[in-house]
Each structure stands twice: as C-alpha cells, then as structure tokens.
C-alpha cells in the first residue's frame, strides 16, 4: 500500500467512526439518554474533522500541482463517498434528537 493509499484509507475510516457514533448517538435516544446522545454526536463531528482536513490537505496537493498529488481513482471516490455520507447522516441524526427532544419537552 502506498503512502498516499493510507491516507485514503485514514479517511474512509474517520468518516466510518463519524457515521457509527452518529447512529449510536442516535439509538440512546431511545432509552431518554440525550446528554450521551449529544456527546456522540459530539465524538461524531471530532471524527469528521480529521476526515476533513485529510480531505482539504488532498485537495491543495492536487492543485498545487505537486509531484505526489494524488490520483482520481476508484479508493478516492470511496474515500468521499463516504467522508460525505458521514456528514449527512450525522447532520440529520442531529436534527433528528432535537426533533424528538423537543415533542418531549426537554
């Protein structure tokens, strides 16, 4: 595996540990555990940044043109795939607490 490659996979797996808190986050809802809930959703947007920064340091060695820019390919399109479904699903699990947090007066 290359070094960009682990990159990659560094941020295809900080967007994994951002989605999974996030569904976590979202199932101690259940049980009335919002303060839990909101510090997962809290570990969630942690995980997200690195994804992003990842994401960002990427996309300047791309347009700066640099030898070891990396290349579009089918791990890269997973890597944002995934960066940008952790993001959804974390943005909607958030409203989705208050929602709830809400209707029960909390």
């Known amino acids: ?3 960009m490659e682990k990159i990659i996979v560094g941020m295809i797996s900080s967007a994994g540990q951002s ?3 996030a569904f976590e986050a979202l199932k101690k809802v259940r049980t009335g555990e919002y303060d839990e809930a909101r510090r997962l959703l809290d570990e ?8 992003h920064q990842t994401q960002t340091d ?6 700066s043109g640099a030898e070891d820019k990396p290349e579009v390919g ?4 997973h890597a944002q795939d995934h ?3 952790s993001q959804l699903a974390r943005d909607l699990i958030e409203e ?3 929602v709830f ?3 029960e007066g909390k």
Do not use: G
């Open 1 to 3: 595996m290359t070094e």
């Open 19 to 21: 989605k999974a808190k």
């Open 44 to 51: 969630a947007r942690e995980a997200d940044v690195q994804a």
């Open 58 to 63: 990427l996309i300047r060695a791309e347009m």
């Open 74 to 77: 089918l791990l890269m399109v």
């Open 83 to 85: 960066y940008m479904t």
């Open 96 to 98: 989705m607490i208050n």
């Open 101 to 103: 947090e809400a209707k």
